[in-house]
C-alpha cells in the first residue's frame, strides 16, 4: 500500500555541475536537491557534491528509464537501480510516463505515450517492479507533450491517474509541464487538478518555457513566468504536496537567478501556510 | 519496404520514434504520406490513423522533432571540448543536417552526446571538407570521448584505492598501480598540444607550427579531479606507463624498469608521484578487486 512521506523538505533545485561549488557556498538557501538518478550510475567521484549532500537531502530524478516503451524495463538499467538505491540516503525517486527508447532504437527525448488501457497496464506492472527496489516512494511524472500519440483511447488526466491507482506509487506534479500541455492542448489546469488523485503527488517541478514554433515549449531555459507562478499558488490550495524544485537545465549564468526562484516559491507557500509544514 | 515488427500499436509508436529524430524524414511524411507511408508494409487501420496524424499534427510533430534536432546538436556540439572553439554553430548545424541526411530510418544511432559526438566527428573527418588542423582538433576530441564513453559505462566502485603518493615509498610489492583501463596513447602530429592548448584558451594558434614528426599523447581518467585528462609524454615515458600497468607490483615495474633502462630506483619513484599527483594513476593493495 502507497504510503506518502512524511517529511516536508521544502523547496530546492536540481544539481548543476557547473555551479556545485556556489550551491555549497548558498546551502543555507537550498532546503534540498535533486541529483539525475543516472549520474550516480557514472562511479565518479563529485567531492563538492558529497559536501552538499552531507548538509541537505537528497531526491533522485531519472531520465531513462523509458517506463512507457512497449517491451520490458532494461535489465542493465535495473541493476545499476537496485545498486544505487541500495547505496545511497535519498527521501524519494522519480521518473516520467515516457519512453526515450523504443525496440532498442533510442529517441534522445521524452517521447510521449499512447494514452491507452493497454499502457496503463503495461506501465503499472513496470511501475511495481521500480517500486518494489526499495521502501522509499516512486513518483511518476507528467511530461510535456506537443503531439498525440495516434489511436489513443483515454484523456491525459484519466491515464495517470489510472496509473498512479494501478501501479499505488506517487505523482511528480510538473507544473509547467500542466500549464504548457493546458495552452497547447486547449484544456483548463485546475479541473486537470481535480481529476488527478493530489493526495498521492509528492514533489513538485516548476521550470520556465518559451514560445516556439507556434506552441508553448518546455525548454527549462528560462526564468518562470507569471503565469507558471499563479498555477502553483493554486497548487498550493489544492494538492499535498511534500517538496518543490526548481528546475533549470541550461542559459544560467548565475545561481543567484535560481536561488531568487527557490525564494518566490517559498514565499508563495508561506502565504499558503504550507511552507514546511506537516502533511 | 520495411515492415516494422510487433503490432499495430508498437509498429506506430517506433515508426514515430524513429521519425521524431529526423526532420527531413519528418517533412518528407507530411509532404507525401501516402507516398512515405507506402514503403512501410501495415495495416489499414494503422495506415489512416498515421494519415490523420500527419494531416492534423503534422505540423507539431516537426516542430518536435526540430527542438529535438537543435537540443541534440547542442549536447553533441557540448561535447567537443575544443572543437566548438573552431567551429561557428552555424557550420555545425550544416555539417550535423548532412549527417543527419546520411542517417537512415533504420540506423540505431545511441543518442548520448558523448557517444554521438564521436560518430559526429569521424563523420566530419570522413565526409566534409575540413583541412589538416581541424581535423587534429576533430580527432583529438574523438579520442578523449572514447575516453570518457568508457567510463560512463564503467560500473565499477574504486573505494579501495589508495591516491596517497607518498605510499609509493612504502611496501611496494604490497601495492598495485591502477590505471584505467579506458586509457588511450596515441600519436599526432608534432605541435598538436600546443595547438590544442592555444584554442582551449582563447589564443591564436598562428604560431603553432607543425612539424613532419610526431608526439604522443596520453587520454586518461584523471582519478583527482574526475573526467579525462590529456598529457604530452615520450616515448621512454610511454614505456614506463606501459610496463606501470603491465606489473603485478609496483616493485615489480620498478625491478623490469631498472632491468631494461637502468634507471635508479628513486627516480622511477618520483616520476611515479608525478603521475599520482597528476591523476594518471592510483594504487590498491596487491590481490584486492576494484569493488
Redesign the interface.
Known amino acids: 500500500m502507497y504510503k506518502k512521506p512524511g517529511r516536508n523538505p521544502g523547496v530546492g533545485i536540481n544539481f548543476h555541475h557547473h555551479f556545485a561549488g556556489d550551491i555549497l557556498r548558498n546551502i543555507d538557501q537550498i532546503d534540498f536537491i535533486e541529483v539525475f538518478t543516472e549520474k550516480f550510475f557514472i562511479k565518479e567521484n563529485d567531492e563538492t557534491l558529497s559536501k552538499i549532500l552531507e548538509n541537505i537531502p537528497l531526491v533522485l530524478h531519472g531520465l531513462d528509464l523509458s517506463i512507457g516503451s512497449t517491451g520490458p524495463l532494461k535489465i542493465e538499467y535495473l541493476d545499476n537501480l537496485r545498486s544505487l538505491l541500495a547505496g545511497i540516503n535519498f527521501e524519494w525517486f522519480s521518473d516520467h510516463i515516457s519512453l526515450t527508447h523504443e525496440n532498442n532504437f533510442e529517441v534522445g527525448h521524452l517521447m510521449p505515450v499512447q494514452f491507452s488501457e493497454e499502457n496503463v497496464s503495461k506501465i503499472s506492472i513496470k511501475a511495481k517492479e521500480v517500486a518494489s527496489l526499495t521502501d522509499r516512494p516512486f513518483l511518476l511524472e507528467n511530461i510535456t507533450y506537443y503531439y498525440p500519440i495516434p489511436g489513443q483511447s483515454m484523456a491525459e488526466e484519466s491515464f495517470i491517474s489510472s496509473i498512479l491507482e494501478s501501479a499505488d506509487c506517487g505523482m511528480l506534479l510538473d507544473v509547467n509541464n500542466l500549464y504548457i500541455n493546458s495552452k497547447n492542448h486547449g484544456y483548463d489546469p485546475i479541473k486537470f487538478l481535480s481529476k488527478i488523485p493530489v493526495d498521492r503527488v509528492v514533489e513538485i517541478h516548476i521550470a520556465g518555457g518559451s514560445f516556439k514554433h507556434g506552441m508553448l515549449v518546455d525548454t527549462h531555459a528560462n526564468s518562470v513566468s507569471t503565469e507558471v507562478w499563479d498555477l502553483f499558488d493554486e497548487v498550493c490550495n489544492r494538492v499535498p504536496f511534500n517538496g518543490v524544485i526548481i528546475e533549470r537545465d541550461s542559459n544560467l549564468d548565475r545561481l543567484e537567478d535560481l536561488i531568487d526562484e527557490v525564494n518566490i516559491a517559498k514565499k508563495i507557500m508561506k502565504n499558503n501556510g504550507i511552507y514546511k509544514s506537516n502533511i | 519496404m520495411s515492415n516494422l515488427?510487433?503490432g499495430?500499436?508498437?509498429s506506430?509508436?517506433?515508426l514515430?520514434?524513429?521519425l521524431?529524430?529526423n526532420p527531413r524524414l519528418v517533412r518528407e511524411a507530411i509532404d507525401s504520406t501516402d507516398g512515405f507511408l507506402a514503403g512501410f508494409s501495415m495495416e489499414e487501420k494503422?495506415k489512416q490513423?498515421?494519415i490523420?496524424?500527419f494531416k492534423n499534427?503534422g505540423?507539431?510533430?516537426l516542430?518536435?522533432s526540430?527542438?529535438?534536432m537543435k537540443?541534440?546538436l547542442?549536447d553533441i556540439v557540448d561535447a567537443m571540448q575544443v572543437g566548438r572553439k573552431i567551429f561557428s554553430y552555424e557550420l555545425l548545424r550544416e555539417y550535423f543536417e548532412n549527417y543527419l541526411e546520411k542517417t537512415g530510418l533504420d540506423e540505431?544511432?545511441?543518442?548520448?552526446p558523448v557517444v554521438e559526438s564521436i560518430l559526429f566527428c569521424k563523420y566530419i573527418i570522413s565526409r566534409e571538407n575540413v583541412d589538416e588542423r581541424e581535423k587534429i582538433i576533430l580527432d583529438y576530441d574523438l579520442t578523449r570521448n572514447s575516453v570518457l564513453q568508457e567510463?560512463?559505462n564503467?560500473?565499477?566502485?574504486?573505494h579501495s584505492v589508495i591516491r596517497d603518493a607518498e605510499t609509493v615509498s612504502c611496501a611496494p610489492y604490497q601495492m598495485k598501480v591502477v590505471i584505467h583501463p579506458s586509457v588511450k596513447i596515441k600519436e599526432f602530429p608534432a605541435g598538436t598540444s600546443l595547438l590544442i592548448k592555444a584554442i582551449r584558451n582563447n589564443a591564436s594558434d598562428d604560431g603553432v607550427i607543425f612539424s613532419s614528426g610526431k608526439e604522443i599523447l596520453i587520454f586518461h581518467k584523471n582519478w583527482k579531479k574526475?573526467?579525462v585528462a590529456t598529457l604530452k609524454i615520450s616515448p621512454d615515458t610511454e614505456k614506463f606507463i606501459k610496463i606501470l600497468a603491465y606489473a603485478d607490483s609496483l616493485g615489480h615495474a620498478y625491478d623490469l624498469l631498472n632491468e631494461e633502462t637502468g634507471t635508479e630506483l628513486d627516480v622511477l619513484r618520483s616520476v611515479v608521484t608525478r603521475f599520482v599527483e597528476s591523476g594518471l594513476c592510483v594504487f590498491q593493495s596487491v590481490g584486492r578487486s576494484y569493488v
Open positions: 515488427s510487433g499495430s500499436h508498437e506506430t509508436q517506433l514515430l520514434a524513429k521524431v529524430t494503422q490513423e498515421l490523420e496524424f499534427h505540423v507539431r510533430f516542430a518536435s526540430q527542438l529535438l537540443k541534440r547542442d540505431y544511432v545511441s543518442k548520448n567510463l560512463m564503467d560500473g565499477r566502485s574504486y574526475g573526467g
